[in-house]
């Protein structure tokens, strides 16, 4: 018989994580069983290519605390952090935290201490990220300054990640966000609830390299602008005008100088800029319009956000239905 539902859950997405799911699961261990309280770890796997699916149900059927999802095949990291907390039970609290160490499990329980003093939200700010370049610092860096410009009411701590804890009922609001392009960073501060931030010291992977390589982060970045604000839109429309102000301008002074000083050799160059300029503020314009309009055809498709594989429940909860 199965025991009743756990306090916490951890959900941990895993792609091709094999070589530290065992140092992280030893980790996660020690600490959660010295919070006191009834827990879950939930794994979900992105349809990992090595080792990590053989670990993982090895992993379920010795521990009783440990479920597990096996997504059909790799939808990415804000699709299997959703399936994670979707298929997590905890009545109280839901911690998230990557699979790969650079988020040590040590700080999980400071964050349990911001929650018990009432706070529904308790994010884990860095103050250090080793392990990282430079390059990576800065645009990360640049990238959250860009979004406390432009992101309207929604607010991105600076320096915040995925690792967090959030009460049930923050949770709860969370899942009835089910848009298909996904920034689960921007989703869990446009839920709102009372906040606080909790520094640590982000460490070097444990083993094995990034997921996220230049064109992924780009790619999150676009998602992150194009799902909370819609200010590119607008700098498209003041780019147009300006354009239109300045060509506008140029015309008539074109005109003018003909008028009195006549013309008698057309300016190729002058031509050619004007062309390359118009051109070149067209096509931007009709990027940044495709980008919200194939986001728009992705929302009406209807598709569901993963599909699961396969379901293990840990053994202290009743399963799941599949999805």
Known sequence: MRGA?????????????????????????????????????????????????????????????????????NFGKEAALTAGLDHASGREAIIVIDADLQDPPEVIPDLVAAWREGFDVAYAQRRSRAGETWMKKATASAFYRLMGRIGGPVRLPADTGDFRL??????????????????????????????????YDRAPRAAGTTKWDYSRLWTLSLEGITSFTTVPLRVATWLGLGTAAAALFYGGWVVVKALLFGDPVPGYPSLMTVVLLLGGVQLTTLGVIGEYLGRIFNETKGRPLYVVGRHLPSGRRPPLPAE
């Open 166 to 199: 959030m009460s049930r009922r923050a949770v709860d609001a969370l899942l009835q966000l089910r848009e298909r392009h996904r920034f689960m960073k921007g989703l869990f501060a446009w839920v709102g609830f009372p906040a606080r931030a909790v520094p």
């Open 5 to 73: 539902e756990p306090s916490l859950s951890v959900v941990v997405p895993a792609y091709n994580e094999a070589e530290v799911i065992e140092e992280f699961q030893g980790r996660l261990t020690a600490v959660m069983d010295g919070i006191g309280l009834s827990w879950e770890v939930v794994y979900v796997d992105d349809g990992s290519s090595d080792a990590t699916p053989a670990l993982l149900a090895a992993l379920q059927a010795a521990r009783p605390e440990v479920a597990v999802v096996a997504l059909s095949r």
